[in-house]
């Protein structure tokens, strides 16, 4: 392993889920990198790697960011076996920062990786039968084999300490950092629109949401409800046949993709928000949504009370409960209003730069030794 200099690191990052259509990792791990290019006490050099060209909005991050292609057409489990290591090996890594759960199995250097949730072990009904057994396989190698665990929640440690069998002082809580508000202020919704976003798996409960909105529309009648997410159900669940099912395939609409711009404007015009998980790590968008004045319907989870508390609706898997709850949200001002005031003021709890120095702590103890 290269000499550590007192302050400057080479770390080396995988960065796959950057490119493409970034989702939950990716968006996390760009707003570190944010926190990272702003802090001028910060004097490493972040080396990334990714299978295409960085964006313009990866690039505009400063001097500090390198980018490093290592070109495939699929950034799988191969490249990462692959690819990273040599990448690694040929920047002189002092320290390698897996952040998706998974790393290559031998580095030159020493390991952190991001263990966001292990639903996949908690819940392996919910995975393919090969799916399953190769993310919890890659995982459970990867937490062996680090210095550090960066982790969202203390739902998510402990869960980590009881699945993977790693000592609760390996783990550093980072969860993710609050939105910024927008500039605007809410802007009140011209229809009671229900939102929903996040990947599509079964354990967030579409169909149940679909059923409850279904019950709430005689209710509202001018009620829609809007879907934002890649459809990674197993076994498929297909929304807009869940919406015909129940009548309101008129008022249900499903988008797999939105660019950031559309995305803000589904917040702005939104009335409540939905997101109905069993099991999270933490449940990132409900905060984005509390940013906008948008409070949510969430599923009266341990992760949802530690994270939201009273700045969220939390109700029981029963459809004539979530119904109620979407109805006084969407027809009751008083009740809207006081909830999207909790939940602004829950915002303040979470900071993304507390969660970045985390990190790098992490990233700067496992150099070191």
């Known amino acids: 392993m290269p000499a550590v200099a007192e ?3 080479r770390i080396v990052i995988d960065g796959r889920e950057l490119v493409g259509q970034p989702t ?4 996390y791990l760009f707003e570190v990198f944010r926190q990272w290019a702003d802090d001028r006490e910060v004097r490493h050099t972040f080396h990334v790697v990714l299978p295409t ?5 990866l690039t505009a991050l400063g001097p500090r960011f390198r980018w490093r292609v290592e070109g495939a057409d699929r950034a799988g489990t191969w490249w990462e076996q692959t690819r990273l290591p040599r990448a690694a090996a040929t920047t002189g890594a002092h320290v390698f920062f897996a952040a998706g759960y998974t790393a290559p199995w031998r580095l030159p250097c020493p390991l952190v990786v991001a263990i966001y949730d292990v639903s996949y072990f908690a ?16 995982t459970r190698s990867a937490a062996r084999r680090a ?8 739902f998510s440690a402990a869960e980590i300490v009881r699945w993977l069998d790693v000592s609760r002082g390996r783990i550093h809580l980072a969860p993710p950092g609050g939105p910024p508000l927008p500039a605007h202020g809410p802007v009140p919704s011209p229809e009671p629109v229900v939102l929903f976003v996040g990947s599509l798996f079964n354990r967030r409960r579409i169909p149940e949401l679909i059923e409850a909105f279904a019950l709430t529309v005689p209710r509202v009648p001018a009620a829609r409800l809007v879907l934002v997410g890649d459809n990674r159900t197993s076994p498929r669940v297909d929304p807009r046949a869940v919406a015909a099912s129940h009548g309101v395939a008129d008022r249900v609409e499903w988008r797999e993709y ?4 559309e995305l803000a404007a589904l917040y702005a015009r939104a009335r409540v928000f939905a997101f109905l998980s069993d099991y999270e790590g933490f449940g990132m968008t409900p905060l984005e949504a509390a940013a906008y004045g948008v409070p949510s319907v969430m599923l009266d989870t341990p992760v949802a009370r530690e ?3 009273d700045a969220a609706r939390l109700v029981p898997l029963q459809t004539p409960a979530i119904a109620e709850a979407l109805t006084s949200l ?7 209003d006081a909830l999207a005031a909790a939940a602004r003021q829950r915002l303040a709890a979470f900071s993304w730069a507390r969660s970045a120095t985390t990190i790098l702590q992490a990233l700067e103890q496992a150099a070191r030794g």
């Open 7 to 9: 302050r400057a690191l």
């Open 24 to 27: 939950g990792v990716g968006r």
């Open 53 to 57: 060209m960085p964006t313009p909005a």
């Open 123 to 138: 819940h392996p009904e919910w995975f393919g039968r090969r799916e399953g057994w190769r993310r919890r396989w890659l």
């Open 147 to 154: 210095q550090s665990i960066v982790t969202i929640s203390e």
């Open 258 to 261: 939105v660019s950031d711009d």
């Open 307 to 309: 994270v939201y508390g």
């Open 330 to 336: 969407l027809s009751d001002p008083a009740a809207h």
